[in-house]
């Protein structure tokens, strides 16, 4: 017996699905920050820890923008213009994903350790806005590019 026809997901609906899944995480632990997170002030004791989290959150947001930096700007036009490689970019998007994700982690370790909920606002949106205004335009260019440039 045959095994039955499923349609194949294009690469871009399957990394819709991953960047979907890794942005939207960011709201899931705003809500276990906002729900267990103790509310008030931080105390002065953490502040050092404090600061070396939010150095190392702000250098993976860096990171995972300089990650996908070469796919944020289309090949100059032209016949002999080449797409962005495909293995290339999936691999780069995933990592800043992941780096962005990781600042939104640090954030909600914070809220933990001795930080506020506000340390969460401002890493957790500082994630999202990695995530929708570098990567999530870098992507549907890069995909919009390799559709352009295949050959009839």
Do not use: C, H
Request: without cysteine; positive net charge.
């Amino acid at each position: 017996m045959s095994e039955p026809f499923r349609p194949r997901a294009s690469a871009l609906v399957n990394w819709l699905v991953l960047f979907g899944a890794m942005a939207s995480s960011v709201f899931v632990y705003g809500a276990v920050a906002f729900v267990f997170g103790p509310p008030g002030e931080p105390p002065e004791t953490a502040r050092l820890l404090r600061m070396a989290l939010w150095g190392v959150a702000l250098v993976a947001l860096f990171a995972a923008q300089r990650l996908i930096a070469p796919f944020r700007k289309a090949p100059a036009g032209g016949p002999e213009a080449v797409a962005p490689d495909a293995k290339a970019f999936f691999g780069r998007s995933v990592a800043a994903l992941a780096l962005a994700e990781a600042a939104a982690i640090l954030g909600l370790v914070l809220v933990f350790v001795g930080g506020s909920r506000s340390d969460f606002v401002l890493l957790g949106t500082l994630a999202l806005l990695v995530d929708f205004a570098i990567i999530l335009p870098a992507g549907l260019a890069s995909f919009a590019d390799r559709t352009e440039n295949r050959p009839s």
